[in-house]
């Protein structure tokens, strides 16, 4: 049976769970988890950190009790799941992913892919250069 814990009842959390834990998310509104299962125990969330990921039900997470309430840290990405990673190099940022890659807005995708394809998709496409507007390739074709 699980025990529903929240509000005050959360405060007697603060001697079991006095540092960060792993849990499971269980319930979520608004792409957010609201309820976690930890020690089959269901606990109310407060807040939880933004996760370039995204959330899902039965994502693993790492939480913490945070002036007597439960927050969630960090998303525990599973490493056998293929995920975009975002990273820094030096003062660029990178987004790289071993697979293919869509950005979508609407009815606009931009699609790269693991081999070198590039495809940007869109009613519209408009380029705007101060300075020289280049387009190399071995073919090109216009219309």
């Known amino acids: 049976m699980l025990e529903r814990i929240s509000g005050v009842s959360a405060v007697k959390l603060q ?3 006095n540092r960060s834990a792993i849990a499971e998310v269980v319930e979520m509104q608004h792409g957010n988890p609201t309820k976690v299962l ?3 125990r269901v606990l109310d969330i407060a807040m939880a950190s933004p996760s370039i990921f995204g959330y899902e039900l ?3 997470v790492l ?10 840290v960090q998303l525990i990405v599973n490493q056998g799941r293929d995920h975009p990673v975002l990273y820094k190099d030096n003062n660029t940022w990178v987004l790289s992913s071993e697979k293919d890659f869509d950005l979508k807005v609407g009815n606009s995708l931009l ?3 693991n081999q070198g394809q590039v495809l940007l998709q869109g009613e519209d496409i408009t380029t705007n250069a101060e300075g020289l507007n280049r387009i190399l390739g071995n073919r090109i074709e216009l219309n």
């Open 111 to 113: 699609r790269i892919t």
């Open 58 to 60: 039965g994502s693993k």
């Open 63 to 72: 939480i913490q009790n945070v002036e007597h309430e439960i927050v969630v």
């Open 15 to 17: 001697l079991e769970l």
């Open 38 to 40: 930890w020690k089959q």
